[in-house]
């Protein structure tokens, strides 16, 4: 098994507070960042961390007990500086801390040349600064507590799937499928080459590409959704899941939107809409759980440092002291309709029109439903057929003021202070009822995708969760969701 050169920190203060002795005066060696500096008359301390645990190694150098290490280093040594220390672990005698180090060695393996404008080595570096120093902002006490959330709701999600028994197959991410039906997606093609543009194959030599001398011989995308395949995954083999990315085309700069974003996407076997809410909250309740269980110095650095992150504890505590709330999107629009003037004194100026029926609640209206309505996360589900995709289970059709209502099986999870974080839905599974509503929004056939229906055809169920959007839940109680992204991409910024 691999073995490190040096020991963790994370490892120094966890031994620490299960035996205290098993550590004290020892020798240890040590590698990070420095965070903070303090010289004194005869004694230097340095703050070290290393990405492995929220708290810091407070090391000190003394110059009586070691004389020549401080001023060995003293020119090359500064916040923000990587180093590597030996020295022994001893008790601290500081309120807040088991143990610290007295430094035997120093060595500055990273010196800062340009302490003046090195971020890390500014004081409180606004988040707007460091979304533009994406390269350096994990130095943030904030972003690294978020970056091991992330982190470990990425094992929560894992250990979720093995227990239901569930595969995790990504599929491809080019493809020649628009799942969504929307048209924002990003085109790929080879043959824009800036040495070559004088030479691109067009249809009419002026704006089309033609795309069957291009690399996939016709217009290929990257994937909005992984969906499809996994349907076609899932006929077969069960219950299967993906992490894959999935990539929007949309022209927007909200602090909800990406335009690259990790996409957590099932699909199930022989399921009804009631199983798949539950399916939905057991995924999301026990990430809750584990989080509230395993990452409690996370939670605790966030809402000491992070001033987006305050009650963020209470705030999980909340979402699993009761079973979430169900309601039909009928129920969601009378919610509207009776409590409409505050919606717009909620959201003063966010909120210029409510939706009526057949309209997207919109994530205002999604945000006041469960923050003030059923103050809990809340499903709603029977969307407006002409809301959802083509793929969508349709439910019987129903007559209200003379006006005939068409629905899906469609659902949504909206969680306060996000509003939607999962889609879901009942996949059609009848091949002539499929064909006609593909026909009916004049789609072109999916050939592959349709005879599922056709030779065999599965009941499925399945949900997507911007996964980037779970970390947001869990870290922060507003804010930007840039903020949770080690790097992020959105539309008119790709800086990496």
Same mark, same amino acid.
């Given at each position: ?157 894992e250990e979720f799937f093995v227990k239901v028994e ?12 628009? $799942?969504?039906?929307?048209? +924002? ?6 043959? @824009? &080459?800036?040495?070559?543009?004088? #030479?691109?194959? /067009? ?56 335009? $690259?974003?990790?996409?957590? +996407? ?6 009804? @809409? &009631?199983?798949?809410?539950?399916? #939905?909250?057991? /995924? ?69 029109? @409510? ?123 507003e804010g930007n969701i840039r903020e949770v992204v ?11």
């Amino acid at each position: 098994m691999f073995q490190r050169s040096y020991t963790l920190i994370k490892t120094l203060h966890e031994e620490s507070k299960k035996d205290l002795g098993s550590v004290i005066d020892k020798d240890y060696i040590v590698k990070g960042k420095v965070r903070f500096l303090r010289t004194q008359a005869k004694r230097m301390f340095m703050h070290i961390y290393d990405g492995s645990h929220p708290e810091q190694l407070q090391c000190m150098i003394d110059d009586d007990k070691f004389p020549g290490v401080r001023s060995s280093v003293l020119d090359d040594l500064s916040t923000g500086a990587t180093v590597v220390l030996t020295g022994t672990i001893v008790k601290s005698p500081a309120k807040g801390q088991l143990i610290e180090m007295v430094v035997k060695m120093c060595k500055v393996i990273g010196k800062v040349k340009d302490r003046e404008t090195y971020i890390p080595t500014i004081k409180q570096a606004t988040y707007e600064v460091l979304r533009e120093h994406q390269d350096v902002r994990a130095y943030d006490r904030s972003m690294q507590a978020i970056n091991r959330v992330r982190s470990m709701l990425h094992k929560f999600v894992e250990e979720f799937f093995v227990k239901v028994e569930g595969l995790r197959l990504d599929p491809n991410i080019v493809t020649k499928a628009d $799942c969504e039906g929307a048209g +924002e997606t990003f085109v790929i093609t080879t043959l @824009l &080459k800036e040495d070559d543009v004088k #030479s691109i194959p /067009l249809v009419d030599k002026t704006t089309q590409i033609d795309f069957s001398q291009d690399f996939f011989t016709s217009k290929a995308y990257l994937t909005v959704s992984s969906q499809l395949q996994l349907e076609a995954l899932c006929h077969f083999m069960g219950l299967v899941y993906t992490m894959n990315p999935s990539f929007r085309a949309e022209k927007s700069r909200t602090s909800r939107h990406l335009a $690259c974003f990790t996409h957590l +996407e099932w699909e199930i076997p022989y399921i009804e @809409l &009631k199983d798949l809410m539950d399916f #939905s909250e057991d /995924l999301t309740r026990y990430c809750f759980e584990r989080l509230l269980s395993e990452g409690k110095l996370e939670l605790a650095e966030l809402q000491t440092f992070c001033p987006y992150s305050k009650g963020m504890t209470d705030k999980l505590l909340s979402f699993i002291a009761q079973p979430y709330a169900r309601i039909s999107y009928d129920e969601a629009i009378d919610i509207v309709k009776r409590d409409g003037d505050k919606i717009i004194e909620k959201f003063k100026g966010d909120v210029k029109e @409510l939706p009526k029926w057949g309209d997207d609640l919109g994530s205002f209206c999604e945000r006041y439903i469960c923050e003030c309505v059923t103050l809990r996360p809340t499903f709603v589900y029977n969307y407006p057929r002409e809301l959802k995709s083509f793929y969508m289970k349709q439910n019987p059709s129903y007559v209200v003021d003379e006006v005939e209502r068409h629905t899906v099986q469609g659902c949504d999870l909206l969680i306060p202070g996000l509003g939607e974080l999962i889609g879901s839905s009942i996949r059609e599974d009848d091949y002539d009822t499929l064909m006609q509503e593909m026909q009916r929004r004049k789609m072109a056939d999916i050939p592959w995708y349709t005879d599922l229906r056709k030779n065999g055809s599965v009941p499925t169920g399945g949900a997507g969760l911007g996964f980037d959007r779970l970390v947001s839940v869990c870290t922060m109680t507003e804010g930007n969701i840039r903020e949770v992204v080690p790097f992020y991409v959105t539309y008119q910024d790709c800086q990496y």
